[in-house]
Structures are given as structure tokens and as C-alpha cells.
């Protein structure tokens, strides 16, 4: 239960930071507005909370593994919000990325 509960905060980071520097980008670059971007600030401030309730005490650690996650999702929102099509490569980096992730969050320890 404790990896569903870990793996689900990992999503809604991702989903607050990839999220709100999409609208954060759409407003300035994309000239919506800056209510656009102040909503993708508000967004990746209430992502920084996020981290603070995984079930793992070790900040690196957490953030590292968090890593795999961003690249993955990063991939997942451009073919979601703006029609990019990753290539097998995009797809491999993020597999492999995803596995690290894994490894580093999820490894048995002895500690």
C-alpha cells in the first residue's frame, strides 16, 4: 500500500509541475495571459508541498527518483496538451528513466 500511496504523489507532482510550467509557458510564450501564468505559479508552488508526504525521509532521494517521473510525464502532457509524437527514443529515455526511478525510490534496503 505504502508504494500505490508513493507512486500516486509522484503523479500529482508531476501533474502540478509539469502543469504549471505548461501554463506558465502558454501565458508569456504563447501570449494567454498572465493569469495563465500566474495559475502555473501557483501550480508548481503547491507542487514543492508535494514532496513533503511521500513516505520516504530522505529529500535526494525522493527528488531523484521524482526525476524519472518528470521525464515520463513531461513526454505523456506534450502528446496530451499539444499533439507531440514522441519517436522510440523518447519512449526508451523515458522507459529507462522510469526503471531508474524504481530502483532508486523502491529497491528493497536493509536499513
Same mark, same amino acid.
Given at each position: 500500500?505504502?508504494?500505490?500511496?508513493?507512486? @500516486?504523489?509522484?503523479?500529482?507532482? !508531476?501533474?502540478?509541475?509539469?502543469? *504549471?510550467? $505548461?501554463?506558465? $509557458?502558454? *501565458?508569456?510564450?504563447?501570449?494567454?495571459? $498572465?493569469?495563465?501564468? !500566474?495559475?502555473?505559479?501557483?501550480?508548481?508552488?503547491?507542487? *514543492? +508541498?508535494? !514532496?513533503? +508526504?511521500?513516505?520516504?525521509?530522505? +529529500?535526494?532521494?525522493?527528488? =531523484?527518483?521524482? *526525476?524519472?517521473? +518528470?521525464? !515520463?510525464?513531461?513526454?505523456?502532457?506534450?502528446?496530451?496538451?499539444?499533439?507531440?509524437?514522441?519517436?522510440? $527514443?523518447?519512449?526508451?529515455?523515458?522507459?529507462?528513466?522510469? @526503471?531508474?526511478? =524504481?530502483?532508486?525510490?523502491?529497491?528493497?534496503?536493509?536499513?
Amino acid at each position: 500500500m505504502q508504494i500505490v500511496r508513493s507512486a @500516486a504523489l509522484f503523479v500529482l507532482a !508531476a501533474l502540478l509541475e509539469i502543469g *504549471g510550467a $505548461w501554463l506558465v $509557458w502558454q *501565458g508569456v510564450r504563447e501570449s494567454r495571459g $498572465w493569469l495563465w501564468a !500566474a495559475g502555473g505559479v501557483l501550480a508548481l508552488g503547491a507542487y *514543492g +508541498f508535494v !514532496a513533503t +508526504f511521500q513516505p520516504d525521509a530522505h +529529500f535526494g532521494r525522493v527528488l =531523484a527518483a521524482y *526525476g524519472g517521473i +518528470f521525464v !515520463a510525464g513531461s513526454i505523456l502532457w506534450g502528446v496530451v496538451a499539444d499533439g507531440y509524437r514522441p519517436d522510440r $527514443w523518447d519512449v526508451t529515455g523515458a522507459l529507462v528513466c522510469l @526503471a531508474g526511478m =524504481a530502483v532508486i525510490m523502491y529497491a528493497p534496503r536493509g536499513n
